[in-house]
Each structure stands twice: as structure tokens, then as C-alpha cells.
């Protein structure tokens, strides 16, 4: 015991093993489903391509650049194959990596150092924080965080204009910044921390910004490059109702941190049109209140007007008040604005404990007093209840089922849980049950392309090849990037429609050249259409593709023997 204390990373460490000990036993859901697969474009594309490609890899662009987190799947993909296990075991690894580096930054920043472990321990079981660790696909706000807190500590170790600790800050900034779009607020967070602690002119806080604010704009012309432009497209609705809409989902949030229950994988963010509802004015209220809270303490202490500036600067791209933000929810969007609660709430512990007398970790074998029990106590009671509620929410990630129907409950309006229970009743041969969930979700978000396109092959399983070819052609009208060819294509083969599916199968290997089973399926579909010769020629395109794979990564050789024989060529 004496030696945990005197060694409070192995404390943390401890802890967020124990809060996250199920997770590796997960299986992969929802997005992970299209990243880590034998015939991903992670598996098989080559790394430089990666590298200057969109987030979404497959399927509609997602306008998202995020070339750290695509090189750790890549590579992670290369050394595991499709181990469930290990992917989540790497979650883990970063969230602990990145409670260490708050507790880092945390000791340039709190007056102690009992509060940058207490922050660290609050951050590493809060439970928010499932939907980042137990989903292989959170770990943007994960590896985001992790290198923005080196940013912002490595920034205040800085002591002359040639500090070594402004390269780290730089890199670790670059490297935050190319995980995920909300580490764009570190230049903000960085200036409120030198108003914070007002050290020379404001001229010498700008030049001591200006290597952050250089890489900065550097990562956003790249993004562009890639891209084609900085900013994604403009959301919706008039000033009055975003901003409503806006200040809603920030008491949302602040309620999240404070109560992260009942767990809820997707919120549904109900746009307001207008400022006539009260949820608005309540979150208002409560944003007033702790603005008002850190100005009383402004004399005594700038640290809570710098933590809630991290706060709101951190969370501020992922709500709609911009016009650019998210119309969605999401508990993840928390991971990195969540550092300045739990640095709060360390802080406010640690001074607590030191009331009672309690200083350093060996104090609590002498603590006799109530005083010191209590808050000793207290501070425990909060660990051992962010763990217990951690643990549970874990279990949401469990499985596709567990999740969908997690998500269905606590989310009717959900469109994202009734397309994925969709797929869960597909899984499981409930084809007519499947159907209903993709036309519930239909219903509730017209226009969505992945249920209309789930229904189309489900009702091509069915026999209703009429109905499924009529679905077909108005998910083409809905897909504007031919990420649903493939799917078109199975479709019109189902019904015979050979010409049709070849045609499809062309835009899909040409869109994905990587796909080696595109272009065995491109060569089926024309030996069925009648076009041997265009068939043998296809089919001879994808055996020279397919010459120098890996074997292990070999989805495509069973649709490979059919269209050999289909073709009419031996099998090699």
C-alpha cells in the first residue's frame, strides 16, 4: 500500500486497467465493421495513400482528415489481421497514455501535485469516457487528446524563445491537430492559459504563440490540400435557432459530466426553433453561474477562468453554435473538454484534503481526525463510484445487439439505432424484422442513404426483386460518390439483371481499385451478362491485381473460383 502511494502511477494505471479490464473482450460494432475487415481499405491500401485520403476511407466522403488515427489502424491492422482484442486492447493503452499525459501537463498547471494525480484519477474511470475507450472507433479523442495535452505541456515548460520544449509543443500540436478537428482550439487554449498567468506584453505572448498558431494554420493547408477546402459545409437553420440549439447541447454536456447516467450511445439533438423552450434559458443560467463563480475567484486565483475557458474552447466545434458543428450529439465529443472538469475537480480535492491536514499520500496512515476520515473518505467514494458506473456503461459496447438495443431504448428517435438493430435481425435471419427497423429508420431521418440501401438487400433476400431494384435506383440518387455500387450491383444480380450489375460493378472497381473481390465480381457479372470476352479480360485484370496479395488477406477467392468458372478459365 505505502508503495502505491509513493507511486501514484501505478495507482492510475491500476485503476483505468480495472475500469476497462472487459473491454478487450468486445467485439467490434457500428463503424468498426467498415475499417477493420481482410478487404478494408486499411488492410490493403498502401500507407501513402492513407495518409492523403479522407477519414471515411470507404464510402461517401466524410470531410474529416485525420492521418495519425488512419496510420494507427493501418498499422495496427498489419500487425493484428482482424483481432478484435487487440484493437480494443490499444484503446485501452491510449486512454491510459493520455490520463498520464494530463497529470503531465496538469503539474505546470495546478498549485500541487496531489491534484494533478487526483485529476489524473478522476479523468482515467470518469465515465464518460466508454464511448471513446470501449469503441474502437473513438480512439480519435483518444490519440486527439493525448498529444494535445503534450502540446499544452511541453507549452508551459517552455522558459526561452529557443526552448526545446516549443519543438514538442509544436509537434504534439500537429500530431493532435491531424487526429481530430477539435484540437484546432489549442492555440485558444494556449493564449487563455497566458492570460491566466500574465507573464510580459501582450506582443511577447504573441510571439511566444506564434510557432503553435504557424503549425496550425500549416495543418489546416494541408487539410485543404487533401480536402479541397478548411471548413466543411455550412450547417442549416438561421442564427436564432442555431444558437438556441446551441446553448442547449452545452447544458446537455455539463450535465453529462456531472451525472453520466443513464448511458446513451446517441443522444438525438433536437434542433429548437427558437429561444421559447426553457432548455435553453436553463442552460444559459448554469453557463452564467459558473462564469460568474470564475470571475469571484479572478483575484485569488485565474486557474477556474482558464479551465473553463479550456472547456467551452474545447467543446465549442462539436456543438451546433457554429456554423459549422455537428447537428448530432455524441458522449465522445466530451473525451477532450472532460480534461478541464477533472482538473477542476483534482484541484478541488487535493485543497480539500490539504484542509483536513492531509498532504501527502503517507498522511492517510496518521489521519485521526473526522475531518481527515471524511475527506479521505469522500474522495474514494468518488473513485470507487466513477469505476463501478464505468464498468457498467462499458457493457453497451459489448456487442452489436447489446448496443443497438442500448441505444433503441434510451434513444427512440434514433434513426442510427433502428438501422443498426436492422442489421443485427439481417445477422440473425430475421429478414422481415430487419426490413421493419430500416423503414423505421426511413421514417425518422428521410433522405438517409444507409437504411434505404440495407432495405433494398434485404428485400432482394427476400424475392421482392421489384421492390429491391425500385430501392436501388433511389439509393444511387442518394449516394452522390458510388459508395453503394457494390451493394447496387448484388441487387440487380439478384434479379437477373446482369448488364445492370456489371455496370455497377465497373464503377466500384474503378472508385476502389484496391477491392481485388470487385473485380472478380465485375468479371462474373459480365460472363453472366454474355460478354465473354470483356469477362476474360476483366477476370485477367484481377489475376495480375491479385498475383503479389497477401494471402491472408483473401476475401476474394471464393467469388474468384466462380467467375473462373464462369469464364471458363482453369483454376490456378
Known sequence: MLFAVRHPALILVLLGGLAFAAVPGFDLVWD????????????????????????????????????????????????????????????????????????????????????????????????????????????????????????????????????????????????????????????????????????????????????????????????????GSVVGPLVDGGLPERLATGVATLGRYLLLLVAPYPPNPDPVLEPLLGWSAWQPWASMGALLGLAAAARLAWRGSRLPAFLLAWFFLTLLPATPLLPVGPVHMAERFLYLPSVAFALALGGGAAAVLERAGLRRGEDLYGASGMRALLAAGGVALLLVAGLGLTVYRNEDWRDAERLFTRMSASSPRSWKAANGLGHVYEDHGQLAAAAAEYRRAIALRPGALAPVISLALVESRMGLHEQATRRAQEARRLDTHGGVAMQVAWIHSNAGEHEAAAAALATAAAREPWRLETRFFHALALARAGRQAEARAALADAERAVAGADPQLASWRPIAEQARVAVGETRR
Open 32 to 227: 468498426d465493421l467498415h475499417f477493420l475487415h481482410p478487404g478494408s481499405t486499411l488492410a490493403q491500401a498502401p500507407l501513402a495513400s492513407l495518409l492523403a485520403s479522407d477519414w471515411s476511407l470507404e464510402g461517401p466522403r466524410s470531410g474529416y482528415y485525420r492521418p495519425v488515427v488512419t496510420l494507427s489502424l493501418a498499422l495496427e491492422t498489419r500487425l493484428f489481421g482482424v483481432n478484435p482484442a487487440a484493437y480494443h486492447l490499444m484503446n485501452v493503452l491510449y486512454h491510459l497514455g493520455a490520463s498520464l499525459a494530463l497529470v503531465w501537463a496538469a503539474r505546470c498547471i495546478l498549485p500541487s501535485a496531489a491534484g494533478a494525480w487526483l485529476a489524473g484519477l478522476v479523468f482515467v474511470v470518469h465515465p464518460i469516457h466508454t464511448e471513446s475507450v470501449a469503441w474502437v472507433s473513438g480512439r480519435t479523442d483518444l490519440i486527439a487528446t493525448l498529444f494535445f495535452c503534450l502540446a499544452v505541456g511541453c507549452y508551459a515548460r517552455v522558459d526561452g524563445p529557443r526552448s526545446l520544449w516549443m519543438a514538442g509543443a509544436t509537434v504534439a500540436g500537429a500530431a493532435a491537430l491531424l487526429s481530430k478537428e477539435a484540437a484546432i482550439a489549442l492555440p485558444a487554449v494556449l493564449l487563455a492559459w497566458e492570460l491566466a498567468r500574465p507573464h510580459g506584453t501582450l506582443g511577447v505572448v504573441a510571439l511566444r504563440l506564434l510557432p503553435i498558431g504557424a503549425v496550425t494554420a500549416g495543418c489546416l493547408a494541408l487539410r485543404h490540400i487533401v480536402l
